[in-house]
């Protein structure tokens, strides 16, 4: 007589430590989950890649040492039957297109919360693609030429009444102008004497006062609402 259905091994590529412990907390308590391997850096993935074959991979783009799309091509080329799926601060259009093109199967942004990462590992491994809304949106805008980029305001198209405008904080608003002038996380995080974390949390905010999901698009709605220079 055999036993039940096998585990769906997972593993785990994130470098912020309390994202990391959150991932790897829901899929430990899913019963029908095992935790494989979890790495921090784009170097300990490629190795784990080349040891260890998982059947769902979730990877952050945003390594300390490198891209995380390195890992995800390599994982796809080492193990085609592994679903890999994204789960990042990343919304531009070029992450997410070089993220498929590398093999990606599914697309989630990081406000998307921990506590149902473990359904959407179940619908990625059932043969499903989860992807956050927003990036649902990019990806139709894409391939619809004709249609209106995700982030052009209602009011333009209708000529409705314009959407209230948007109130930083001191600290967003610092955030965003070190972004503007090209410096990067770990830059920024320095200058403001914060984590690395802090600084991904102030652009989450950032990004969803501002109802967008890139740098790009952070800066150029930034700007037409007259919270940056010109």
Not at 17 to 32: E, G, M, T, Y
Not at 98 to 110: N, T
Not at 123 to 148: E, F, T, Y
Not at 170 to 188: A, C, D, H, M, Q
């Amino acid at each position: 007589m055999t036993g039940g259905p096998a585990l769906i091994r997972v593993a785990l590529v994130e470098d912020d430590p309390r994202v990391h412990a959150s991932l790897a907390a829901a899929i430990a308590a899913a019963p029908d989950m095992t935790l494989v391997w979890a790495e921090t850096t784009r170097a300990a993935a490629l190795a784990a890649v080349e040891r260890l074959a998982v059947d769902v991979l979730l990877v952050d783009l945003g390594l300390p040492d490198g891209s995380g799309i390195d890992v995800i091509r390599t994982a796809h080329q080492r193990w085609p039957a592994c679903n890999v799926m994204v789960s990042t601060i990343f919304g531009d259009e070029m992450h997410v297109v070089q993220s498929i093109e590398a093999g990606a199967r599914g697309y989630l942004l990081k406000d998307s919360p921990a506590s149902t990462m473990a359904e959407e590992i179940r619908r990625l491994h059932a043969g499903g693609s989860p992807i956050s809304p927003l990036i649902a949106r990019l990806i139709l805008a894409r391939l619809r030429s004709d249609a209106p980029a995700p982030d052009v305001p209602a009011a333009r198209e209708t000529g409705g009444a314009a959407k209230p405008a948007v109130s930083m904080s001191p600290r967003e608003t610092e955030v965003l102008e070190l972004i503007t002038k090209g410096f990067t996380y770990e830059e920024i995080a320095r200058r403001l004497g914060v984590t690395r974390h802090t600084v991904q949390t102030f652009v989450r905010r950032i990004y969803a006062k501002l109802e967008v999901g890139s740098k790009i698009e952070a800066i150029n709605a930034a700007r037409e609402q007259g919270l940056l220079g010109p």
